[in-house]
Nanobody, 115 residues
Framework: QVQLVESGGDLVQPGGSLRLSCAAS????????MNWYRQAPGKQRELVAT???????KYADSVKGRFTISRDNAKNTVYLQMNSLKPEDTAVYYC?????????WGRGTQVTVSS
């Protein structure tokens, strides 16, 4: 079955960095676009970054220049490198795959940016 497992969330000080990972299984990872979303308390889930099968990327305006999405098709893993973190980046971060069979989500990983 399709599984997406996020890891790498932590408590970090403002200005710090984290790298999130999402390990995928159960589908042909290399042919699908992968997404990172986040949801802060009391807010709607928002799209943070997207990477296509060909490696093209898109970012939310709020993270452009600070976050980088990448993928390793040999490891069936998508990453989100987050630099210059701000308190407003605090959220649960989710990995997402929009497959032919439907939309799949991981359980999320908590990122907290606080001094």
């Amino acid at each position: 079955q399709v599984q997406l497992v996020e890891s790498g969330g932590d408590l970090v000080q403002p200005g710090g960095s984290l790298r999130l990972s999402c390990a995928a299984s159960g589908f042909a990872f290399s042919v699908y676009t992968m997404n990172w979303y986040r949801q802060a308390p009391g807010k709607q889930r928002e799209l943070v970054a997207t990477i296509t099968r060909g490696g093209s990327t898109k970012y939310a305006d709020s993270v452009k220049g600070r976050f980088t999405i990448s993928r390793d098709n040999a490891k069936n893993t998508v990453y989100l490198q987050m630099n210059s973190l701000k308190p407003e980046d605090t959220a649960v971060y989710y990995c997402n795959a929009e497959l032919v069979l439907g939309s799949y989500w991981g359980r999320g990983t908590q990122v907290t940016v606080s001094s």
